[in-house]
């Protein structure tokens, strides 16, 4: 297992090059140039000049790119060409954000996928199961901007539950977050209102992003569910009499979790990213709108680490979801020929 | 009509979901085509009345800030949202296929070629991707966003073709189709693609209707169409901004977005257990 895990882990570093190349060539080939964005029309040629040598811009692409390159293996993502701060900080600053509303998401998603899913697959042809399918149809149909804005209408507000905005951590505690996961530094701190505050604000945005991976997961346990009723061993199970709740949920549904746990892997990268338009929503202050704001204001540095970071998590999801498959199903033999 | 086609359109229109699902597309593009015809103010032209006003009966769906009619609106901005689609599903169409063709059919480094591509494209969130080609080409406007969905869309056509030739290729009609000495484009184009085309098509439906999602996440980001253009998401991110007050500014297009993209979901999801030989029953 840890060979094949480490051999998928260095297949993954030519196609990470890849990435930040093609980011590379992309962002650089933008039109209209950093430095007339950063001095105005006003910029003398001397001032122009210096910041275009501050900035390396100056000098030959390959330069440039080797250049990046340095920084980057030393976690380095450049600085912001509009503020003065480094990319890296401000991504490490955002980062926990978006992954916190994922995580959250993606625990409604599989909570209430899996019940529909089984669900449905018990009562095949039911009217709970065309419904549930229906509905899951729907989730993957709504785009998920309209039903934040929707789920706001309805919900929003201050009471019940807040139209977004993550809490301010600096408005209303003096000592400062350990982890920036919100939802961890309340639990170390102990401080229960503190995370029922917190969860009030996730909510919303949290089921906005949750419907899509939703409705994936309820499909996928339904029909691999069915797939698995219908085989010998169930039949077996249930010929020596064991109970119907036990058949599904231990002898038919552990075997069908296995492609349910992949989807899920895949699911959550998808869900990182789709945070985009969530948070644009829900003005979340994670990844999703450092990226937006960032193309907005023409930081393409900022733009370019951003991407790059949300690219590479969602490589290493796909990994962990790959990695997962062989893991929880013993058929798989990792290792061999794939 | 061939035999196969009469008992394929009987199936379909036993299959319930996806003729419910046709039939919603069809209305929906009925109505973007016919309605903006049928009143004689234009879309972008002024009631004259507030702004402002809820639905009523002389504004179904209400008026928005500038108190232009949003039924006209909502049903104009269904033409463009529908035209970028199209196009763009056109576009990863016509270079998707192609790559996957040859990829599957030729191997090798083609092949190897061709799929570290698609890999490549595929290890981006597409969204993501999308947003940084927007960018890329210069910003919002309705070229880069059809340009954009349409990149996006090409891996996954590729991938689909790629896997279909694969399979074919060792067929016997391709066997006997090269012993006849065909050309190796009339192979590709009139022997393997024609029966590729039942997967294709399914892929083809219920990517137009992530096209118009993605095309309008785009334009709700400000990266799409111009905000002055009746788009469906660049008509919601407008509504957005007086959300509490006139909610159904919003509300209208993104029912027309989300029933437009279901009616291609619910016919795609059925055309293919229609096609799909293993779902037959």
């Not at chain 1, 976690?75 to 959250?104: H, M, N, Q, W």
């Not at chain 1, 797939?227 to 077996?236: A, I, M, P």
């Not at chain 1, 338009?277 to 994670?286: I, K, S, Y």
């Not at chain 2, 769906?61 to 035209?83: E, N």
Request: net charge neutral.
């Amino acid at each position: 297992m840890l060979p094949f895990a480490l051999r998928r882990l260095m297949g993954m570093v030519p196609m990470l090059f890849l990435a930040v190349l093609a980011i590379f060539l992309l962002v650089r080939s933008v039109p209209g140039d950093p430095v007339t964005n950063m001095l105005g029309e006003k910029g003398t040629p001397q001032e122009r000049a210096r910041v275009t040598a501050d900035l390396g811009l100056d000098r030959p692409m390959l330069v440039q790119f080797g250049i990046y390159l340095e920084g980057l293996v030393q976690g380095d993502l450049g600085r912001s060409y509009l503020k003065d701060e480094s990319v890296s900080g401000r991504i490490a600053e955002k980062f926990p954000a978006t992954f916190e509303l994922a995580f959250c998401a993606m625990c409604l998603a599989v909570l209430f996928g899996l019940t529909a899913g089984i669900l449905s697959a018990v009562l095949r042809g039911k009217l709970l199961d065309y419904l549930s399918m229906f509905l899951a149809l729907v989730g993957v149909s709504i785009p998920v901007f309209w039903l934040g804005l929707i789920l706001i209408l309805l919900l929003g507000g201050d009471a019940p539950f807040p139209s977004g905005e993550r809490i301010d951590w600096a408005a209303h505690f003096d000592y400062a977050p350990a982890t920036g996961f919100y939802v961890l530094d309340a639990l170390l701190h102990g401080d229960l209102a503190m995370l029922g505050e917190h969860l009030r604000h996730l909510a919303l945005p949290s089921i906005a992003l949750a419907t899509i991976p939703m409705a994936v997961i309820s499909r996928m346990t339904r029909s691999s569910l069915l797939e698995t009723l219908g085989q010998d061993f169930v039949r077996t199970a249930r010929a020596k009499g064991v109970g119907e709740g036990r058949v599904v949920l231990r002898h038919a549904l552990q075997p069908a979790l296995v492609s349910v746990i992949t989807v899920v892997g895949l699911q959550f990268g998808t869900l990182l990213a789709g945070a985009v338009l969530t948070e644009t929503v829900f003005n979340w202050p994670g990844l999703g709108t450092y990226v937006v704001d960032s193309v907005n204001e023409r930081d393409y540095n900022a733009v370019q680490g951003a991407a790059l970071v949300i690219a590479t998590t969602f490589m290493v999801c796909n990994l962990v979801a790959d990695l997962l498959y062989g893991l929880v199903d013993p058929r798989v033999k990792l290792g061999g020929a794939a | 009509m061939s035999p196969f086609r009469t008992k394929a359109w009987r199936r379909l229109a036993a299959h319930r979901m996806a003729l419910f699902g046709l039939v919603l597309v069809a209305v929906l593009i009925l109505c973007s085509l016919a309605v903006p015809l049928f009143f004689s103010a234009s879309p972008r032209e002024l009631t004259g009345e507030t702004a402002f006003l809820p639905p009523s009966l002389a504004h179904w769906f209400g008026t928005d800030d500038l108190g232009r009619d949003l039924l006209l609106r909502t049903f104009a901005g269904g033409r463009i949202s529908l035209f970028v689609a199209f196009v763009a599903v056109g576009f990863s169409l016509v270079i998707g296929v192609p790559l996957g063709l040859v990829a599957g059919y030729f191997g090798g480094f083609v092949d190897s070629a061709v799929m570290r591509l698609v890999d490549l494209m595929l290890s981006f969130p597409s969204i993501l991707l999308a947003i940084v080609l927007v960018t890329a080409f210069g910003g919002a406007s309705l070229q880069s966003l059809v340009l954009s969905v349409g990149i996006v869309g090409i891996p996954q056509f590729a991938r689909q073709v790629r896997g279909e030739v694969l399979a074919l290729r060792e067929r016997e009609f391709v066997l006997a189709a090269r012993a006849l000495g065909l050309s190796r484009r009339r192979i590709l184009f009139r022997h393997l693609l024609p029966n590729a085309l039942g997967p294709l098509t399914v892929l083809t439906t219920l990517r137009v209707g992530t096209a118009i999602l993605e095309a309008a996440g785009l334009s709700f980001l400000g990266l799409g169409v111009e905000v002055d253009q009746a788009e469906w998401g660049t008509m919601i991110k407008a509504g957005r901004e007086t959300l509490s007050q006139s909610p159904w500014i919003a509300i209208f297009p993104g029912l027309a977005l989300s029933m437009t993209v279901l009616g291609f979901n619910l016919f795609g999801d059925g055309l293919r257990d229609l096609l799909d030989p293993r779902e037959r029953r």
